[in-house]
C-alpha cells in the first residue's frame, strides 16, 4: 500500500506532502484545486507519459514521489531490486522527474530506471479508475478481461490451454500459405534445377579441372622444346652423341680410384659417386619416361584440352555460375530438386497437419466457452448483488459469451455485458443504453466482486461517483469502505455521501496570491472535516442546516 506522496510543481500544486492511511481516504475540494493532481501524480508514478504541460507555470520541472510498504520477497521488490534499487525496512520509494522541455526521469530504490519499469510494476501496486475507465468498461477487451479475471485458475486455465492451441494453429496456417503462395516460384526453380543437373551429367565437371587443363595446355604448346631439351639431356648421360663423354663411366672410374685409397676420407668421398651415379640413373629413366609420354602427346591431345576447357567455360555462361557454384550446385542440386518435387507431398501433409490442430484448437474452444459462460452466470450474480447495495435494487447485468466467426487470440467468443436497469427495461449494452452514473455504480460492483482476483493492493477512484446523488451516493461510499477492508482504497469525490465514509479526509485548498494559483493539502478532523463535509453539501462551509446535515451524514457512516 501507498504510505505517502509528495508533489512539487505540478500543476496547480506548488508544494505538497499527502500521507494516507491504510484503509479508506477520501480526497475533496473546490473546483480546479488541483484534486485530480494526485491522481495524475500516482500516475506519473507508474509510468504514464510525461507531459510537459503538467509542470507548474514557471518551474522549470515537476518532481514527484512516493513511498510503498510491501513484501520484500514479492515480485515487486525482486523486479526492483533486479534493476538495481534497494528495498529498505520493508519500504519502496519511486520517484519521477519531468522537465519544462518535456525530459523525463525515473527513480526506483534510489536507482534511475526506464519510465517503462514504472509502468511494469504500476498493476501490482495500484489500480487506477476514472471516467476513462468507465469508457473502457464499455470496450469488449474489458468485459471479457474481467470475466476472465473472475473466472479464476480453472477459466486461466481453459484460457491457457486455448492460447497454446491457437498459436499452433496459426504457425501451421503461416506456413501453408507460404508454402501454396510460392508454389509457382518453387516450380520454376525445379524447372532451372532438373535442366541444370542434366548439363552437369552430360559435361560432368571435376574439381580442379581447370587448373589441370592450363597446365597441361601450357606444356603441349611447348612440346617442341620440351622434347628437344629432354632428347638433349638423355643423350649426355646415355652417350648417345658418340663423343666418348659417358658421365656414368667417369664417375664410376672416379669412384673406384676414391675406394682403393687407404684414408677414409677419400673411401667417403667415393661413397658420395656412388650416391650420384645411382641419382643418374634416376634421372636418366624419368627422362626416358618423358620423352615417351611427349611423343605420345600432339596436336590431338592440345585440341581436345582446348575443347574441354571451352566445354566448361560454356557451362559457366549458361549456368551463370563460377566453377565452385558448379561443383557445389552438382552436389547439393540433386536433393534440393527432390525437396521441390516433394511439394504437393508437403502441402497434402501440411493441410492434414492444419486440420488436425484447427479440430484440437476447437476443442480447446469449446472448453474455454463452457468456462467463460460458467463464469459469466455466477459474475451476473454477484454483480447484481451488489447493485442492489447501490441504489439499483431492480438492476440486473447480463453478460453474453457469443461465438466468434472464427477463433481469435483470447478466444472464440464475443464477450458482452448488459445493463437491464429494472426488470420491465430491455437490456442495452453498457456502453449504449447506460447514463454516467450507472456506469459509475456498475464499475464499483464489478470492482467490488473482483476485490479478490486484483493483484494491486491498492484502489484509485477518480470522481467514481459522477452523475450519482442522494441515497446511491450513500451506497457507493458504503461499498468503498466495504473495499476498503480488503485493500486501500483512495478516492477523489465531490460528494459528502461519499465522504462521509473514509477513514481519512483530505481536502485541496486553493489559494490565490496575484496570478499564480497555489494549493495546500491539508488532513481534516472534527470540525473541519464537517465544515467541508458541509461546504460540499450546500457550498457554504458556514450553513448551519448544512453543518448539521454534515454531522448526520458522518453519523449514519459511523453506524455503517
Do not use: W, Y
Given at each position: 500500500m501507498i504510505d505517502e506522496l509528495t508533489i512539487r510543481d505540478l500543476g496547480v500544486i506548488a508544494r505538497a506532502r499527502i500521507e494516507f492511511s491504510p484503509g479508506f481516504t477520501a480526497v475533496t475540494g473546490e473546483t480546479g484545486a488541483g484534486k485530480t493532481m494526485i491522481v495524475q501524480a500516482l500516475g506519473l508514478l507508474l509510468g504514464s507519459r510525461a507531459d510537459s504541460q503538467a509542470v507548474r507555470a514557471g518551474s522549470e520541472q515537476t518532481r514527484v514521489e512516493g513511498r510503498w510498504r510491501l513484501d520484500r520477497e514479492g515480485g515487486v521488490a525482486r523486479t526492483v531490486q533486479e534493476a538495481g534499487g534497494e528495498i529498505e525496512d520493508d519500504e519502496l520509494l519511486l520517484a519521477r522527474v519531468v522537465t519544462s522541455q518535456g525530459r523525463s526521469r525515473a527513480f526506483a530504490g534510489g536507482a534511475q530506471v526506464p519510465s517503462g519499469l514504472l509502468a511494469?510494476?504500476?498493476?501490482?501496486?495500484?489500480?487506477?479508475?476514472?471516467?476513462?475507465?468507465?469508457?473502457?468498461l464499455a470496450s469488449p477487451q474489458a468485459q471479457r478481461e474481467a470475466l476472465d479475471r473472475f473466472g479464476g485458475s480453472a477459466l486461466a486455465a481453459a484460457l491457457a490451454d486455448y492460447g497454446e492451441a491457437y498459436e499452433r494453429y496459426t504457425q501451421a496456417c503461416r506456413r501453408l500459405d507460404e508454402l501454396v503462395a510460392g508454389r509457382e516460384e518453387r516450380a520454376q526453380e525445379a524447372r532451372w534445377l532438373a535442366d541444370a543437373l542434366a548439363q552437369l551429367g552430360r559435361v560432368a565437371p571435376q574439381p580442379g579441372e581447370p587448373e589441370e587443363l592450363e597446365a597441361m595446355l601450357a606444356r603441349l604448346e611447348n612440346l617442341s622444346e620440351l622434347r628437344e631439351a629432354a632428347r638433349a639431356a638423355h643423350a649426355v648421360l646415355e652417350d648417345d652423341a658418340g663423343d666418348g663423354a659417358d658421365v656414368r663411366a667417369l664417375l664410376d672410374a672416379a669412384r673406384r680410384a676414391l675406394e682403393r685409397a687407404p684414408d677414409p676420407a677419400l673411401v667417403a668421398l667415393g661413397g658420395r659417386l656412388a650416391e650420384l651415379r645411382y641419382g643418374l640413373d634416376d634421372v636418366a629413366v624419368e627422362l626416358a619416361g618423358y620423352l615417351a609420354g611427349l611423343e605420345a602427346e600432339g596436336v590431338g591431345a592440345v585440341e581436345a584440352a582446348q575443347e574441354r576447357r571451352a566445354e566448361l567455360s560454356a557451362l559457366q555462361r549458361r549456368l551463370a555460375l563460377d566453377y565452385p557454384a558448379i561443383l557445389e550446385l552438382a552436389e547439393q542440386g540433386p536433393d534440393r530438386l527432390a525437396e521441390l518435387e516433394g511439394d504437393d507431398e508437403l502441402v497434402d501433409a501440411l493441410r492434414d497437419s492444419v486440420q488436425s490442430l484447427r479440430e484440437t484448437l476447437n476443442a480447446a474452444a469449446g472448453r474455454l466457452s463452457a468456462a467463460r459462460r460458467e463464469a459469466a452466470a455466477a459474475l451476473s450474480a454477484a454483480v447484481g448483488a451488489e447493485l442492489q447495495s447501490l441504489a439499483m435494487p431492480s438492476a440486473a447485468v447480463e453478460i453474453l459469451v457469443e461465438p466468434l466467426p472464427e477463433p481469435a487470440r483470447s478466444g472464440a467468443d464475443r464477450v458482452e455485458f448488459l445493463l437491464r436497469p429494472h426488470p420491465d427495461a430491455t437490456a442495452r449494452p453498457l456502453g449504449k443504453g447506460a447514463s454516467g452514473g450507472e456506469l459509475s455504480r456498475?464499475?464499483?460492483?464489478?470492482?467490488?466482486?473482483?476485490?479478490?482476483?486484483?493483484?494491486?493492493?491498492?484502489?484509485?477512484?477518480?470522481?467514481?461517483?459522477?452523475?450519482?446523488?442522494?441515497?446511491?451516493?450513500?451506497?457507493?461510499?458504503?461499498?468503498?469502505?466495504?473495499?476498503?477492508?480488503?485493500?486501500?482504497?483512495?478516492?477523489?469525490?465531490?460528494?459528502?455521501?461519499?465522504?462521509?465514509?473514509?477513514?481519512?479526509?483530505?481536502?485541496?485548498?486553493?489559494?490565490?496570491?496575484?496570478?499564480?494559483?497555489?494549493?495546500?493539502?491539508?488532513?481534516?478532523?472534527?470540525?473541519?472535516?464537517?465544515?467541508?463535509?458541509?461546504?460540499?453539501?450546500?457550498?457554504?462551509?458556514?450553513?448551519?442546516?448544512?453543518?448539521?446535515?454534515?454531522?448526520?451524514?458522518?453519523?449514519?457512516?459511523?453506524?455503517?
Open positions: 511494469q510494476l504500476g498493476p501490482e501496486l495500484v489500480a487506477v479508475h476514472g471516467q476513462s475507465d468507465q469508457l473502457r456498475v464499475m464499483l460492483a464489478l470492482e467490488v466482486v473482483l476485490a479478490d482476483t486484483r493483484a494491486a493492493p491498492t484502489f484509485v477512484f477518480d470522481e467514481v461517483d459522477a452523475g450519482v446523488g442522494g441515497a446511491a451516493a450513500i451506497e457507493i461510499g458504503r461499498r468503498l469502505a466495504a473495499l476498503s477492508r480488503s485493500a486501500q482504497v483512495i478516492v477523489v469525490t465531490h460528494l459528502a455521501q461519499v465522504a462521509a465514509f473514509a477513514d481519512r479526509h483530505i481536502a485541496v485548498v486553493k489559494d490565490s496570491e496575484g496570478a499564480v494559483t497555489q494549493s495546500d493539502v491539508r488532513a481534516l478532523e472534527g470540525e473541519q472535516r464537517v465544515a467541508e463535509m458541509a461546504r460540499l453539501l450546500s457550498g457554504l462551509s458556514g450553513s448551519e442546516s448544512g453543518l448539521a446535515h454534515a454531522r448526520e451524514l458522518l453519523s449514519i457512516a459511523a453506524a455503517g
